[in-house]
Nanobody, 124 residues
Framework: QVQLVESGGGLVQAGGSLRLSCAAS????????MGWFRQAPGKERETVAT?????????YYLESVKGRFTISRDNAKNTVYLQMNSLKPEDTAVYYC????????????????WGQGTQVTVSS
């Protein structure tokens, strides 16, 4: 069982930045592919970014966040990050991190463990 705890959410003005963190309890963290997802009120949850296991050499980004968001991982700290720059009001959502046993999961069904989420609100 893997427990994931997100942090770093909050209220920020448009154009600002936030860095989300997700700490994992698993001793085998490095073997998991990791991802960030978001769900806005009244909308379906969408995949924001994913990163492959081990050295994180492969990444995937939602088209609308490319060039603004960066996913990274620190296996020594069992933590995955999402650096969010140039935030827009449409980025407002609850952000979740998840872990998947596949090396490079990209679809939500490939993720086995989920955190509780952290709220990100971007004001205009």
């Amino acid at each position: 069982q893997v427990q994931l705890v997100e942090s770093g959410g909050g209220l920020v003005q448009a154009g600002g930045s936030l860095r989300l963190s997700c700490a994992a309890s698993a001793g085998t963290f490095s073997s998991f592919g990791m991802g960030w997802f978001r769900q806005a009120p009244g909308k379906e949850r969408e995949t924001v970014a994913t990163i492959s296991s081990w050295n994180g050499g492969r990444t995937y980004y939602l088209e609308s966040v490319k060039g603004r968001f960066t996913i990274s991982r620190d296996n020594a700290k069992n933590t995955v990050y999402l650096q969010m720059n140039s935030l827009k009001p449409e980025d407002t959502a609850v952000y979740y991190c998840a872990a998947g046993s596949a090396g490079f999961p990209t679809s939500q069904v490939s993720f086995d463990y989920w955190g509780q989420g952290t709220q990100v609100t971007v004001s205009s």
